[in-house]
């Protein structure tokens, strides 16, 4: 095992741990904020004598409020990169899926995978016609590794953490090197490093309506 792939492992479980913790965490306050609020709606009813809400218990409640905030975000996250991959894919007309790769028709080259259950491979069909053949495997393979990986389906589910646990800055930074590794990982898998190079440099130019990596980054769902 490469030390990409240990880290790779690593990160994930790390990952993995916090969101456990704050599962619990936010279960705990969650049931305790309830509990605080009907014990203090029960002394209202029956005109009991209260000193009001404590500064423990006011906080308890405000981090019920952040952990409720941060469900909405990650559910809202969730529907929104849902509905936009789909939007994305149906506009780039895929066509003649082979051994787990589909052709597309694009202004430049640029290659993806996509789908979370049953991943896949999208290539621009310029780049089927163009790349020499060295830098169209090399790229393939990089590609597969994504796909035997299932890697959209981890990046869309830690992107879906970070963005419900926004208020733990340390979750968006360990997302953020998950995705680096996944493609350093990949980059591995390639024998000859110096086509990968090559083809990597003819993917993705500024200005093109549909970019493979707006695709990657919202980990599409199609199966």
């Known amino acids: 095992m490469s030390s990409a792939s240990l880290i790779k492992r690593n990160l994930r479980g790390v990952i993995f741990g916090m969101a456990a913790l704050m ?34 218990e006011g906080t308890v409640i405000g981090f019920a409020g952040i952990i409720t905030l941060g469900i909405i975000v990650g559910v809202i996250y969730l529907i929104r990169t849902i509905a936009r991959t789909r939007r994305l894919l149906a506009a780039m007309n895929m066509e003649n899926e082979r051994d787990g790769v589909a052709l597309f028709h694009g202004g430049q080259c640029e290659a993806f995978t996509f789908g979370l259950f049953y991943p896949r491979i999208a290539v621009c069909a310029h780049c089927v016609a163009e790349l020499p053949t060295e830098e169209l495997q090399a790229m393939l393979t990089h590609e597969r590794y994504h796909v035997k990986s299932r ?73």
Not at 33 to 49: D, E, L, M, Y
Not at 183 to 209: F, M, Y
């Open 23 to 56: 599962f619990a965490l936010a279960i705990w306050t969650l049931v305790t904020a309830s509990r605080i609020g009907q014990a203090h709606f029960a002394a209202n009813n029956c005109n009991c004598s209260t000193s009001g809400i404590s500064f423990s």
């Open 151 to 223: 890697d959209p389906l981890w990046f869309l589910a830690f992107d879906t953490l970070k963005y419900a646990l926004w208020y733990i800055p340390l979750m968006r930074t360990l997302t953020s090197w998950h995705r680096l590794v996944c493609e350093i990982v990949a980059d591995e898998q390639v024998e000859n490093k110096n086509a990968l190079g090559s083809a990597l440099l003819r993917i993705g130019t500024p200005g093109s309506p549909i970019l493979s990596s707006e695709i990657a980054r919202f980990a599409a769902i199609d199966r």
